[in-house]
């Protein structure tokens, strides 16, 4: 069955460094998110992508967030500046057909931003 | 109350047992889904439900739907050992799909 994945599975990083997480959807998934849960807490949306655009984005994902689909197969979300509140496990996730479909989601990148 | 709550947040039953997690939610939605989290791993889906159907089973998983009292509930029914994870709901509530995400309910299944 085919699966997402998401690379690294857990990065290290300092303050004020870039971080670029990774993630393959599933080959025939048109829509994409980007969800985190800070450890012991809820998950939490981020950012969904459609035909090459952000459909919607919650208020975490401000200018220090970016994503991008650079290549039709890969996935990724970008902080510019990580800071310490970053630190969270983030997950990738994808469905054919939006809202009215199963969203399967990828096993997660531990960020640790010291 | 935000969307997405579940409760029990915690629950301890013996292995045999039935788990029975409940979900409310306060927006209209197109459907609910149910996912389970080992602790520290990611989600894994369980099950979808839409907003017209009021009852869906997937081998020992139940799950009800009641849009009128904006609310869901899982049934875990002869659990095991395994089945000790984190389980969360989650609704979609528009076309592009994003899932808001209840604080779960961590079960716990002795053996």
């Known amino acids: 069955e085919p699966e997402v994945t998401q690379t690294p599975s857990h990065q290290v990083t300092q303050m004020g460094q870039e971080v670029i997480l990774r993630c393959v959807p599933i080959?025939?998934?048109?829509?994409f998110y980007w969800y985190r849960q800070i450890l012991g807490q809820k998950v939490e949306f981020l950012v969904s992508?459609?035909?090459?655009?952000?459909?919607?984005k919650s208020e975490i994902f401000d200018d220090q967030f970016s994503v991008e689909r650079p290549d039709g197969s890969n996935f990724t979300l970008k902080i510019r500046s990580t800071k310490l509140e970053d630190s969270a496990m983030y997950f990738c996730?994808?469905?054919?057909?939006?809202?009215?479909?199963?969203?399967?989601f990828g096993p997660g990148t531990r960020l640790t931003v010291l | 109350s935000q969307q997405g709550e579940e409760d029990p947040q915690a629950l301890s039953i013996q292995e045999g047992e039935n788990a029975t997690m409940n979900c409310s939610y306060k927006?209209?939605?197109?459907?609910l889904q149910w996912y389970r989290q080992n602790s520290g791993r990611g989600l894994v889906h369980l099950i979808l439900?839409?907003?017209?159907?009021r009852e869906k089973h997937s081998g020992r998983l139940r799950v009800t739907l009641d849009t009128s009292k904006k609310s869901s509930s899982l049934l875990i029914t002869a659990s095991r050992a395994a089945d000790t994870a984190s389980y969360f709901c989650?609704?979609?509530?528009?076309?592009?799909?994003?899932?808001?995400f209840g604080d779960g309910t961590t079960l716990t299944v002795k053996p």
């Open positions: 996730a994808g469905a054919s057909l939006g809202g009215t479909d199963t969203q399967y």
């Open positions: 080959s025939n998934h048109l829509y």
């Open positions: 992508f459609y035909n090459n655009e952000i459909s919607e």
């Open positions: 927006t209209s939605i197109n459907n």
């Open positions: 439900i839409r907003s017209n159907e």
């Open positions: 989650a609704t979609v509530g528009t076309n592009a799909g994003k899932s808001t």
